[in-house]
């Protein structure tokens, strides 16, 4: 049976190779674009992210993907955000005021606060909780750790279902999944095992989808 096939978006502001590396070690075929136009014909997209809000969300606007990844995740075609790929998801962030998310789902992005020991980026491992039941999540254990590199996140009262939150002087969403659309706040590619349990996941979603 072919390996389901994950169009990893290229638009210069994601870790783009250990990314792939990952999703193919988790058994996907993985294609790396930088072409909107191959966005419609994805059985799944994988859209990375690195930086500051507004610089992540202007070079994935000037590489023309805001529109066919929007009508790609209304039209069902599985989506995994990470890292900052997650927060492009939500309408916006407090990194940058004013400048439009995606609105896929609907909440702000907030700032750490640097209080009672928690410095700001959030740099390391820590713990996921895994909240209803996200496919991404299926067969962890109650001890499962992520590694994060972050300073702003999805805060709890957003109106998520499914997913994992974590603490950091606050609880946070750390993983979402909400129809077709998935994300992770942490790193998958650099969290071991847990990682790449999840990628596996993300693959069998994939596969279901397509099946």
């Keep these: 049976m072919k390996p389901p096939e994950a169009l990893l978006l290229?638009?210069?502001?994601?870790?783009?190779?250990?990314?792939?590396?990952a999703l193919e070690r988790a058994g996907m075929t993985v294609r790396v674009t930088d072409n909107a136009a191959d966005v419609a014909h994805a059985s799944a997209l994988v859209v990375p992210g690195q930086g500051h809000f507004r610089q992540v969300m202007q070079a994935f606007d000037r590489g023309g993907f805001h529109a066919p990844v929007l009508e790609a995740a209304r039209a069902g075609t599985p989506l995994l955000g990470i890292c900052v790929g997650m927060q492009l998801l939500f309408d916006g962030s407090e990194e940058a005021p004013g400048v439009p998310g995606l609105a896929l789902?609907?909440?702000?992005?907030?700032?750490?606060?640097?209080?009672?020991?928690?410095?700001?980026?959030?740099?390391?491992?820590?713990?996921?909780q895994a909240r209803g039941d996200s496919p991404l999540l299926r067969g962890l254990g109650p001890d499962a750790y992520a590694y994060f590199?972050?300073?702003y996140y999805v805060p709890l009262q957003t109106d998520i279902e499914r997913g994992a939150v974590t603490s950091y002087g606050v609880l946070?969403?750390?993983?979402?999944s909400h129809g077709n659309i998935h994300a992770t706040q942490f790193h998958p590619e650099k969290s071991g095992a847990v990682g790449l349990a999840i990628l596996e996941?993300?693959?069998r979603e994939v596969g279901n989808h397509s099946g």
């Design 10 to 21: 290229d638009y210069g502001a994601g870790n783009v190779r250990s990314a792939a590396r």
């Design 105 to 128: 789902l609907p909440g702000t992005v907030r700032k750490f606060e640097a209080a009672g020991g928690h410095k700001v980026p959030q740099m390391g491992w820590n713990a996921l």
């Design 149 to 151: 590199v972050h300073s």
């Design 172 to 176: 946070f969403w750390s993983a979402l």
């Design 201 to 203: 996941n993300f693959r």
